[in-house]
């Protein structure tokens, strides 16, 4: 038998193509969207932002996950995309003509965190519909990993355009247009390109399981994951790595706002970092998820992140400085490269009738529970910092400590994980 590759197969290019195509599209809109938003509100206003995304994210996914195994996907991600087109043209208005762009751009972050989750959980939802878990594992870090091409486009234009005019006009005021016309097209690529799949309906509830969880796991499905060691232990990760992250990113925005000026100063900085981060993630997704999967196994690979993370806070609460910013970007997009296809290649194993809904709690409802308990002690932190009169250098070390305590329990989780697995080997 041949070795297992990372390239599609005969019967396999119209598939990986088509959901190729989403994620890239999606991808480089979310690029776009995030230098603009995040330049725009600034590093005090980035938190509020974060907030909200998540509140809004977890509105938006769990209406999702309620009809994502019983509806037509194809035409649910044509209505989504029409929809986000729509938005970016209405907040391209608004920012142009309001009193208070800061506003408007910060509403752009809350589209831009619906769509780059419903989007991309849609496309990935497809995606273990029309692979089995044995091409999952070939194929899915080569999607993830080409998809990451959107993000490098979309942040390297936004970072190319801060200070630059198109025909008389600023050229950043001409981003917004080409997202929503970005989107129309990817619209009319999964109408056009996107090969029929299986549509799945849920079975009816079980009586003895009324349970619901943010109106989107009835309680069958939820005991399944409670049961399931691996994915329970999976669920405390994604919380987790999504809270510390939270905190990293903030103070590696504080590092580059400190090395700049103004908010164009911040949107190139941001966009440069942005580009390398995604660069390294692209690389290790699609060259070698794969093959470290297969050396690795599930439990040591999802391991990787959550030290990687507690370096990196360490590294930034030492020296918040603008080569920290660019050294701790570049490490986690490494982990998240090697991890990312790996947990969507687990979920294939999730029973057909509940996979749906399950993949999109797992891979989208618990990070944004993180992304709001991160921002959570990052409020917490601002209030006891200012309550003590501390200066803001202080102020963001005191807050990176809190990290760093939050991804030491975080490694913790990743162990119980790693024996989870070991277990279910043995047992096997």
């Known amino acids: 038998m041949a070795r297992p590759t990372s390239w599609p197969q005969r019967g396999e290019w119209h598939r990986a193509v088509a959901i190729s195509a989403i994620l890239i599209a999606s991808a480089m809109i979310q690029g776009i969207c995030d230098v603009l938003a995040t330049s725009g509100v600034g590093e005090r206003g980035v938190v509020w932002m974060w907030a909200v995304d998540a509140a809004i994210a977890l509105v938006g996914i769990g209406a999702l996950a309620r009809g994502v195994d019983s509806v037509d996907r194809r035409r649910l991600g044509i209505t989504l995309l029409c929809v986000f087109a729509a938005c970016y043209l209405f907040v391209w208005h608004r920012t142009l003509h309001s ?129 399931e060691p691996t994915l329970r232990w999976l669920s405390a990760l994604q919380v987790g790595n999504s809270a510390s992250w939270t905190m990293m990113s903030l103070a590696v925005l504080f590092a580059l706002r400190s090395a700049g000026s103004d908010n164009a100063d911040l949107q190139q900085a941001y966009s440069h970092v942005r580009i390398m981060g995604p660069l390294a993630h692209a690389m290790v997704q699609a060259a070698l998820s794969g093959w470290l999967l297969r050396r690795l196994g599930y439990g040591r690979l999802f391991l990787l992140t959550p ?84 200066s803001e250098s202080n102020a963001m070390r005191f807050t990176i400590a809190v990290g760093v305590l939050t991804a030491a329990v975080n490694v913790s989780a990743g162990q119980r994980l790693r024996r989870a697995f070991a277990a279910k080997a043995e047992a096997a």
């Open 307 to 390: 030290f990687v993370l507690l370096f990196n806070l360490m590294l930034l609460g030492v020296a918040p400085v603008l080569a920290a910013a660019w050294a701790v970007s570049l490490l986690i997009q490494f982990a998240f490269g090697a991890e990312g296809a790996a947990a969507h290649a687990l979920l294939v194993r999730t029973p057909a009738h509940m996979r749906g809904r399950v993949g999109t709690f797992v891979m989208g409802t618990l990070p944004q529970i993180g992304y709001l308990g991160g921002c959570g002690l990052l409020f917490a932190t601002r209030w006891f910092t200012d309550l003590l009169g501390w």
């Open 99 to 227: 009193a208070t762009p800061a506003f408007w751009w910060g509403a752009l972050g809350v589209v831009d965190t619906l769509q780059s989750n419903l989007v991309v959980l849609l496309a990935w939802a497809l995606a273990r519909d029309l692979f089995n878990e044995l091409e999952a594992m070939r194929l899915f870090g080569l999607l993830g990993g080409v998809a990451y091409a959107g993000t490098l486009a979309g942040t390297g234009l936004a970072g190319f355009v801060a200070r630059r005019t198109f025909f008389g006009m600023a050229a950043t005021d001409l981003l917004l247009p080409f997202c929503a016309v970005l989107a129309l097209v990817t619209a009319f690529g999964i109408a056009w390109f996107a090969p029929p799949h299986h549509q799945q309906k849920p079975p009816e509830p079980e009586p003895d399981a009324p349970l619901t969880l943010h109106g989107v796991l009835d309680g069958h499905t939820l005991r399944y994951l409670w049961e």
